[in-house]
């Protein structure tokens, strides 16, 4: 068959019959039945009803032949619409064009044909009514005459089916927009010319709480009482008259009214429409109360905001992301002194900032650091910054802070009055410290002074009580003790108040026999009881562990401080000591309760909080009745409180007392009672060898008491006058250990100490400081000076026979012996620093390890101000050099060796070592600087690096 051509109008055609919206559509039976009334009338084996679409042509109704699909250049229909009269074939094998098909059933071919346009929307041929035949076929006019009205019937059906289709898309919009507008949340009404109600949606009913029937027909006024006022028309007219042209008007500022009479603002929308000729107005409604509500929310908060803006005693501005004002309060331009155009809104940042660096606000900078500075500032607008407003002399504090999403608020406060009183402040806290200084240095001056001869009086005391004497001699004897040891008791009490005070007590916290501890508490009270005729037991509880990890000395003080404090008041029934469980164990915690209960004279309530304060006790007739300073407790409640623990008193005046310390103490793991097993093992091995001590004590008298301690506990021993005797007699013998007394004339023990530490074959000697200086800080002093322990005057043979026992396996001495010596430098001149070369400029292991501890943080700061620190000294030198000033030469170097030591700097402090010996000889030390200040010079190199490194 021959391929059709397609029309010129094909674009136009095609969407005729998209526009039929019949394509694809399933079977009808009003087509179906036009098709068996054509095939019936002409007698044919096939009639169709064809609908030719771009590329195929699909049957809409087939009588005698299957519904189906044929292409467009294999179909007769195809070339039918391309005239618009019949297409008669009688016999298609005389038509080339025809002659080869097979669109009959059967794959037979098609004889005859009779095919008729069928036209639609502006006279576009769409498709074809035809009928077939396998054999040839004449056709009259009259059946001529028939095609043509069967095919006007088709045409007029696809008319109705349009028809049928466009009433039922209607029905199905309307229901949908009927549904819609019941959905919506605005109201949505319909208004006649005259301003009555047409039709409204549930919406509308609901703002105004009608039913929808109740609104029909009434007028809008009812709803809208403003509209009263002027009537419809005149309302119409004053709304619609500057937008008719328009067509709409709204008007947001109208109050509605419901059915009970409650007003409320609403918003009105109206638009004009024509229907039907009428003319109508549509009008949405909306209930705006919620929103009128936030609104003034908002507008309050603005005020709010913008009153907080202007009354806050510092200035407020607010850059954007391009750093352009976009705030600001009338305190900023007053406090910075800016100028009207750097204070509008749209100002850049740095345009601020470049005016406050030109005027010397952040410092006096030159032209490049002007420069430099501004850049810094735009890079970093946030950082916080201090100015000096040179035109009133003011400091200014500039603060910033992101905001959400973008850009920065910065505020800006007067600090002046702040800086003037924190000046004050440090002026007071200045003079409290030096008041405290004065404090502890008096505390420390007298009770040094006091415990020396005290130290000669008790032990000589304690040296008769082993000799043969009567009862009356013993009776006195034991008056001396007691009245030697109430004193040292007081003393021993205002000392652990000032370390209290000033921070410098600690708690020691190692494994703690608890019940041992106890049963030693025990033995001293028992005769005093006996002798008061009052009865004394302690209780312990079977849940209490043996061994806790806790302070024993400290806990063991408040123990007896509580007991004693017992045995003072009480003078008839008892003292009961109880040490109970708080609570069953758990997570290797034992919490311990230890109350101490008396039937003594008890305790006011009103007094019974005041009792704890610092020299205070029940009553003045108190202490004029019992004695004692008023600490005791004082000092108790401190110590508790310092072991994380409570204390707790429960008394009546006249029925005694009952003191309660609770304590939470870690339990003591195996391997920790098995270490301290250890220890004290060694120590009673060690104890009982006889060892040779060199004693260096100016007093004749401690001499005496404590050589004779000595050689009561098995030691031999030889006695230097001063420090110095002492440095000389090593040279001539050797002593298992030293005992150094501190202060001695010619040269002190801590000097002395310090000249020995630098001979390496006394690096592991033992050297016990001996000192009536009860001072935590100047103990630590003496230990920084290569002192290995410190024993406190007055001592006893006891005291004296543990601080030797448990130092004799002291290996190592103080930071400054730890020195490398592997060559030993004798020579203290310009030669031994030369000789001091070899060593490292610093110690890389011993700096990593102090990095490790301290953590990079506290390192950094710490090495940041060390080399500061060398080159003040260093000046203070050369300043003790032009002054012929020993004691400042001596000083500067001293305190170099000191901080080289601390910091891991052998060399450099190996050397100042060595110029502190040079001291006395000025010329030495001017030859020796050079070299001394090169050296500085390098390791002060060396901690930068140090100090990059851990940046």
Known sequence: MEIPAIPEYEEQRLEALLKLRILDTLPEESFDRLTRLVRQHFNVPVAQINLVDSNRVWS????????????RDQSFCAHTILGDDILYLSDTRNDPRFSSNTAMPENKAVRFYAGIPLKLYGGFNIGALCIMDSKSRRFTAAKYDAMKDFARSVEQQFNLSRLEQDGRFLISQTSRLNTLLETVADGIVTIDDGGRIESLNSSAAQIFDYDASELIGQQLELLVPSIAETGWTAYLGKTLHSEVHQGSSSNTDLIGMKKNGKLFPMDLRFREMHLEGNLLYTGIVRDVTNAKAIQDEIRVGREILEATKENIPVGLSVFDKDLCLRVINSQTPKFLDLPKELSRIGTHFGDIMAYLIARGDFGNWNTDQQKTELKKMIAQPKSQRFARIIESDRYIEISSASMPGSGFVSTYM???????????????????????????????????????????????AQLLKDTQLDTDQRQKLD??????????ELINDVLDMNKIESGSLEIEYIVCDIRLLLESI?????????????????????????YVIADPTRLRQ?????????????????????????????????????????????????????IFDSFSQADNSVSRKFGGTGLGLSIVKNLVTMMDGDIQVKSKEGEGARFSATFEFKLASEEEIAQQADLLEASEIKEMRSLKILVAEDNAVNALVTTSFLKKIGHCCDVAENGQL???????????????????????????????RLKNAYVKLPIIGVTAEAFSDR????????????????????????VIASNLHVMEGSPVANINKSDEIDTADEEGLVSTLHLPVGCEDKMNEFIDQLGSEITHSIIGKTPDSIRAELNTLHEGLSAEDNTIIFRAVHTIAGVAGSMCADRLAMQASLMEQMAENPDDIKAAIPLFEQTAEETILWWNLKLEEVS
Request: glycine share 6%; hydrophobic share 40%; proline share 2%.
């Open 522 to 546: 025990k033995s001293p009270f028992e005769f005093e009881a006996e002798k008061k005729g009052i009865e004394f037991q302690v209780i312990v509880d079977s849940a209490i562990a043996q």
């Open 414 to 460: 007067d600090i002046t009055r702040r800086l003037k009183n924190e000046e004050k402040l440090e002026n007071l806290l200045q003079h409290a410290n030096d008041a405290n200084e004065a404090k502890t240095n008096f505390l420390s001056t007298v009770s040094h002074e006091i415990r020396t001869p005290l130290n000669g009086v008790l032990g000589v």
């Open 558 to 610: 408040i123990v007896l401080n509580l007991i004693g404090n017992a045995f003072k008041f009480t003078t008839k029934g008892q003292v009961i000591v109880t040490v109970s469980a708080d609570r069953p164990s758990r997570d290797n915690v034992n919490n311990i309760v230890i109350s101490v209960s008396d039937t003594g004279v008890g305790i006011a309530e009103d007094r019974q909080k005041a």
């Open 60 to 71: 809409k109704s087939s009588e005698g032949s299957e519904l189906g699909v044929v292409s």
């Open 726 to 756: 002492a440095v000389q007699m090593l040279d001539f013998e050797a002593y298992d250990l030293i005992l150094m007394d501190v202060h001695m004339p010619v040269m002190d023990g801590v000097e002395a100490t310090r000249q020995i």
């Open 479 to 488: 008056t001396i003790l007691h009245s030697g040891n109430t004193l040292l």
């Open 779 to 802: 103990h630590k002093y003496m230990r920084e000076m290569g002192m290995t322990d410190i024993l406190t005057k007055p001592f006893t043979k006891e005291q004296l026979q543990n």
